[in-house]
């Protein structure tokens, strides 16, 4: 399958938090990939402002849909969010 459209989640973590919140996507990469319809591809971006992830879909749909999922709302957002210093900025992408 290709990618047809891209969500990227931009997050402030501090130095400090980063190890917690590089676990958390290692730890759920391969669920999101196994068990998240349309989940193509999921890559973690870092630089020293911000920390991404970008996670590729079949579809528009699926990415918005993998928002209100059990493993996001459940797994992700609960392990991320105490690691961020402000709120994630979050944007859904149609590739061209």
């Known amino acids: 399958m290709k990618v047809s ?4 989640i931009t997050m ?21 990939l196994k068990t998240i319809p349309g989940a193509l591809t999921k890559d973690l971006l870092i630089r020293d402002e911000d920390v991404q992830v970008l996670h590729g879909f ?4 699926h990415a918005k849909a993998y928002l209100t999922s059990e493993l996001f709302q459940n797994d992700v ?18 590739v061209a």
């Open 12 to 32: 402030k973590i501090d130095a400090a938090n980063r190890p917690a919140a590089a676990k958390v996507y290692t730890d759920y990469r391969g669920p999101f």
């Open 58 to 61: 079949d579809s528009v749909e």
């Open 77 to 94: 957002f609960v392990g991320l969010k105490p690691t961020w210093s402000a709120d994630p900025d979050v944007r859904i992408y149609t």
């Open 5 to 8: 459209a891209y969500l990227e």
